[in-house]
């Protein structure tokens, strides 16, 4: 028997035999099995309003209050992400896709936007597809700018919270695969046709997992942290006139 559940059964025989001890000792004391039988039944009764209230409506407002410090820790984390490594990684891989222009003007996101604003980009990037061109892809500094975030990416694979988000999660392996694939070539200037497609399709796949991880999140800065949501669109890297410098 597993040492948890000994203590269980422990703990619940003690429960038990103190209970019985009591009702006993009251019996003895005021000779009236007719109070007790009484006392036992409403207690037993209010068994089931109980469970109701502590289970299905006080353990549910706390579970979605944990939920809600859960999502909250999770967006910081994000956050995190995007200011010290995302952003400028989305801008370095918009630079690559080909069709970059037919998506610019739809990616510049005003104050004014409301939320069926921003699900109509996500049904418009839907059916974009996030092409890679390899003509003039420059893996080396692509390989240096991942791998000087290589010690970051790995601490937010070890990080058990960000599971909780299956999109973002799938970003960040998608982004240590990547790193990985590049960290094993030693010459990245003459690669074979062949393999230059395959990295060209890790590549496509972090770019399609981090163009809707960002707009989600420039939606959740725009509801709740305005000012952080300004700096964003100040760099915005679909912006190609964006400016930190605020001139008006």
Not at 44 to 52: D, M, N, T, W
Not at 90 to 118: C, H, Y
């Amino acid at each position: 028997m597993k040492q948890e559940t000994r203590w269980i059964l422990i703990t619940g025989l003690a429960l038990l035999t103190i209970s019985l001890a009591l009702y006993t000792a009251h019996f003895y004391i005021f000779q009236d099995a007719h109070h007790v039988l009484i006392f036992l039944m409403g207690d037993i009764a209010f068994i089931p309003i109980e469970v109701l209230i502590v289970t299905l409506i006080i353990d549910q407002l706390l579970e979605a209050r944990e939920r809600e410090n859960r999502v909250e820790k999770l967006n910081m984390i994000i956050g995190t992400f995007f200011s010290s490594f995302g952003t400028s990684l989305l801008a370095t891989l918009t630079n690559m896709d080909p069709d970059i222009a037919s998506v610019r003007e739809t990616m510049i996101i005003g104050d004014d936007w409301k939320p069926d604003q921003f699900a109509g980009v996500k049904a418009f990037l839907g059916d974009h597809a996030c092409r890679i061109s390899g003509d003039d892809l420059d893996l080396v500094s692509l390989k240096e700018r991942l791998l000087s975030r290589e010690d970051f990416i790995i601490r937010l694979v070890e990080n058990p919270m960000i599971f909780e988000h299956e999109a973002f999660t799938d970003l960040v392996l998608a982004i240590h695969h990547l790193t990985e694939e590049l960290k094993a070539r030693k010459d990245l200037r003459n690669l074979p046709p062949a393999d230059l497609a395959h990295l060209c399709g890790d590549i496509r796949r972090v770019y399609e997992r981090l163009v809707p991880s960002w707009l989600h999140y420039m939606e959740y800065l725009k509801k709740n942290y305005p000012y952080l949501f300004s700096l964003a669109m100040r760099t915005n890297p679909y912006d190609e006139h964006a400016s930190v410098t605020i001139t008006s």
